[in-house]
């Protein structure tokens, strides 16, 4: 039982990786569709790339979950818009693509989370709203 117990565990977490990630690219010019293109040849079936027209669509599928991540390109200083308190690891997988895409274009990103964790919840593993500090 031990022994398939830790074949079970191992392959659960061996090599794991983004699969169908849900991001976009922030704007309606042909530069955005075109880093969209681009990161989506890029990705495979890591990512799932669309496109959002702007800053307020971008934040509404992040809330509703249907976005994990929300790149909004700007010639100084691009920003990545995550909600880690839907899921603090996807947050993160998407800072890390998007941290490179950045450096790429030899920028800093910043990183904007749009939902920050409940007091106490560090892992956003928790219920927020029955949550007592």
């Known amino acids: 039982m031990c ?8 392959a ?9 990630m849900e991001v976009a690219v922030v704007g309606s010019s042909p530069q955005a569709a075109a880093l969209a293109d681009h990161l989506r040849d890029e990705a495979g ?6 496109t959002a027209a702007t800053v307020g669509e ?4 992040l809330m509703d979950r249907s976005l994990v991540g929300a790149h909004v390109p700007d010639p100084k200083a691009p920003v990545l818009l995550v909600a880690a308190a ?11 693509v998007f941290t490179e ?6 920028r800093p990103l910043r990183v904007d989370n749009i939902t920050p964790l409940a007091a106490g919840d ?4 928790g219920c927020s709203s029955c949550w007592s500090p």
């Open 3 to 10: 022994l398939g117990m830790g074949l079970a565990y191992r």
């Open 12 to 20: 659960a977490f061996h090599a794991p990786h983004p699969h169908r």
């Open 45 to 50: 079936d890591a990512l799932r790339v669309s």
């Open 58 to 61: 971008a934040r509404a599928r």
């Open 86 to 96: 839907n899921s603090d690891t996807s947050a993160t997988v998407a800072e890390k």
């Open 101 to 106: 895409v950045a450096a790429a274009q030899d």
């Open 122 to 125: 560090p892992t956003a593993r």
